[in-house]
């Protein structure tokens, strides 16, 4: 199993455009790249990339993950 954010920066890689947490962990799930018991997380993974960007920015690294609108993501 991968986590959230390893699992989106596949999808994304493979999918060359942004898309939304709720199609990234659909695809993820589906795939079954990763295994959740939680009731919403689309909204964890867009904290959990909230937080990487953080982190990544903070170190004076470029972050993989940008967001765009709410719950869109692409790479950056």
């Known amino acids: 199993m991968l986590s959230k954010t390893e699992a989106a ?5 493979e999918a060359k455009k942004p898309m939304s947490c709720k199609d990234i962990i659909a695809e993820a799930l589906n795939r079954k790249m990763i295994k959740t018991r939680g009731k919403t997380p689309e909204s964890t993974l867009r904290v959990d ?13 470029k972050p993989r993950f940008r967001l765009h609108r709410k719950g869109i993501v692409e790479l950056n």
């Open 49 to 61: 990339i909230m937080k990487e960007i953080g982190r990544y920015t903070n170190r004076g690294l």
């Open 9 to 13: 920066f596949i999808i994304l890689s």
